[in-house]
């Protein structure tokens, strides 16, 4: 891991406590985590800087979670996307189709365990760029 | 003629002159002979009755050859007939015939008219009235009985024997109490002495019994009937059937709590996840990873302020559910709720770049009312009037009293809401909103939570211009707790 210590990060979440609390899991890993409140303040971030794996908040006050990934991806193809939501479960059709899709590679739901974040990204890094 | 004969005769035809009634006296060839002035008065001129065959009188008369018929029986038994009935050129009669006797037999027979026709046609009028009067009762929707002074049935109208399936002939003479189950009874009793003291009473809501057992929820008004010197005579009754009212009432009532926690539940897994989830996730921290202390106590306060959040939702989940329960309301200041809303909403309005104009009265803008519910009212307004700018605008929230009235006021200078989807906002589940964003019930528990609180809301808008809307609410006294 320490290799890629480089890795830049990106976490968009409303909530400025979840952002705080997913910048530390991550930064404790030893990633550069930038933070986001809305999608339009993640695009904006996205032009300046290209990340590695970006965590989206499903349910965002301007554009939802899976379409903030789709914009992302556009913008950035090599960018993972992991989607986090207190709202709906992994077996809902949106989060299936965004996972089947790409747009999507992992999904947590809202409370998680840190090792889930953790083991996310994990899986986010090594997996083939498409 | 004898001179007797002739005294007997003019003074016969004095009476036949001067009576209120018309007389012609017949003679036993069936011919008039005299006729009263006011049986002449009824001829033509140059006509003379004097001499005629009765026959010939009443030519233009149906019952012709029934006077005649009548006459020769009066002719033979000499006895008188009374009570006849007889129309001749559009007029009505009551006729008797009475033997004029002389000598033992009959000389004259004397047929006395009364004319009835406007009589009668005062008595049709009088008819025409009442079954006017009959069929209002009778076509009524409304139970219209009346009773007798000591509460007995006299009348009973259709819509009584439809609410209740008992026939006039069933309930008249029958105390209307008994007609009630047992615990409106005795209010029935009181209700009718009520009405012998006061006149009139109502609207009480008492009891009756139905068809099949079933039981009717009524509400009544008596009133005294008095006549025309003030004697009351009786009661009428008239009563309100609001027993299927009563239960829609109560199903719309389930329905807007049903769908009002809906919205409470999709909010809750929401927003009770998020402070969970960052609680937990301190927590994790704290117990996995090696922190420095500052990081530590940064944990401990996350975890705080996670929990404290998460209960704040539970508590106003907890007081909506119970909010029907009159123990919730309070007397508070709608300024205050209207600020506490605001603070709710400030993240979204802040992310979309919307401009706040704040004007609140200076005036207390006090109401009765739970403040968690007007609260949530508020923030739903609030929040689709943010939702309405995603690129911006201004959002102007006011609250003033207006006389016994406050009101407030929530505008925006968003998109507005289309001339079609204008009637559709109030409907539970109607949302322009992308799935998952919107539930479509914001108004729907705005409008309920506004009808609870004896409130009315206005909802005004331009397509591509803005939307204005304004809720009133009942001023509460400054006074009362
Ligand atoms: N201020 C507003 N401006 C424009 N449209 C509005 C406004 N308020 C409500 N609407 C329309 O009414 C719909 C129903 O609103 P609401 O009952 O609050 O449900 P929701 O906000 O979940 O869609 C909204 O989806 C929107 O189309
Ligand atoms: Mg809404």
């Given amino acids: 891991m320490r290799k890629r210590s480089a890795a830049q990060l990106l976490v968009v979440d409303d909530e400025r406590d979840m952002c705080w609390a997913l910048s530390r899991i991550l930064g404790l890993e030893g990633f550069g985590v930038t933070t986001a409140v809305s999608a339009r303040a993640a695009m904006a971030a996205a032009e300046k800087k290209s990340f590695q794996v970006a965590f989206l908040d499903a349910k965002l006050p301007d554009v939802d979670g899976v379409e903030l990934a789709r914009r992302l991806r556009r913008l950035r193809p090599g960018t993972k996307c992991v989607l986090i939501s207190g709202y709906l479960y992994d077996d809902d059709p949106v989060i299936q189709s965004a996972l089947k899709q790409g747009s999507i590679c992992g999904f947590i739901s809202k409370p998680f365990h840190i090792d889930e974040v953790v083991h996310a990204l994990r899986k986010a890094l090594v997996a083939p760029k498409s | 003629m004898s001179p007797r004969k002739n005294k007997a005769e003019s003074l016969l035809s004095c009476i036949l002159d001067n009576a209120s009634v018309s007389m012609l006296c017949v003679g036993p060839a069936l011919r008039v002979v005299l006729a009263g002035s006011n049986w002449r008065a009824r001829l033509g001129e140059g006509e003379d009755e004097d001499g005629r065959q009765i026959h010939r009188v009443f030519a233009e008369s149906e019952q012709r050859d029934e006077v005649q018929e009548l006459l020769r029986k009066v002719f033979r038994t000499g006895k008188p007939l009374v009570g006849q009935r007889l129309e001749d050129r559009n007029r009505h009669y009551e006729y008797s015939i009475i033997p004029f006797m002389w000598g033992g037999e009959v000389t004259y027979a004397i047929l006395v008219l009364r004319d009835t026709t406007e009589e009668l046609r005062l008595l049709e009028e009088v008819r025409a009235v009442q079954s006017r009067l009959t069929s209002i009762v009778e076509s009524a929707s409304d139970i219209v009985i009346s009773l007798d002074l000591s509460g007995r049935i006299v009348t009973w109208n259709n819509a009584a024997r439809a609410i209740t399936g008992r026939s006039s002939r069933e309930v008249t003479g029958r105390r209307l109490a008994d ?35 079933e039981v009717r929820t009524v509400d009544w008004a008596f009133s005294a009937m008095a006549d025309e010197a003030g004697t009351v005579s009786g009661i009428v009754a008239v009563g309100r059937d609001l027993t299927e009212q009563l239960e829609t009432e109560g199903r719309l009532q389930r329905a807007d709590r049903l769908a009002a926690l809906g919205v409470m539940a999709g909010g809750i897994a929401h927003e009770v996840r998020n402070p969970l989830a960052i609680s937990s996730a301190a927590a994790q921290l704290l117990l996995t990873r090696p922190l420095d202390r ?69 005036r207390r803008s006090t109401v009765r009312g739970n403040p968690t519910l007007l609260m949530q009212a508020v923030v739903n307004l609030l929040l689709n009037a943010v939702n309405a700018m995603p690129d911006g605008g201004g959002l102007f929230v006011s609250s003033a009293r207006e006389a016994d009235k406050v009101l407030v006021r929530v505008r925006d200078t968003g998109r507005g809401i289309p001339k079609d989807d204008v009637r559709k906002v109030f409907d539970p589940f109607f949302t322009t909103m992308r799935v998952g964003m919107g539930t479509g019930l914001g108004l729907s528990v705005t409008y309920a ?23 009133e609410l009942p001023l509460a006294g400054e006074k009362s707790p």
Avoid: W, Y
């Fill in chain 2, 294 to 362: 500052a990081t530590q106590l940064e944990c401990a306060e996350k975890i705080h302020t996670g929990i404290e959040r998460a209960s704040h939702i539970i508590e106003s989940l907890l007081r909506f559910a119970r909010s029907s329960e009159p123990g919730q309301q309070s007397v508070l200041d709608m300024t205050n709720v209207i600020r506490e809303a605001l603070r709710l909403v400030e993240n979204q309005r802040k992310l979309v770049r919307v401009k706040l104009s704040l004007s609140l009265g200076r």
């Fill in chain 2, 179 to 213: 007609l009630c189950p047992g615990d409106s009874r005795e209010a029935f009793s009181h209700a009718i002495a009520e009405t012998l003291r006061t006149k009139r009473v109502g609207p009480v809501r008492l009891r009756l019994c139905g068809r099949d057992a």
């Fill in chain 2, 449 to 471: 939570i506004v009808q609870q609180h004896g409130g009315d809301l206005q909802i005004e808008s331009a397509e591509g211009q803005g939307t204005v809307v304004t809720v």
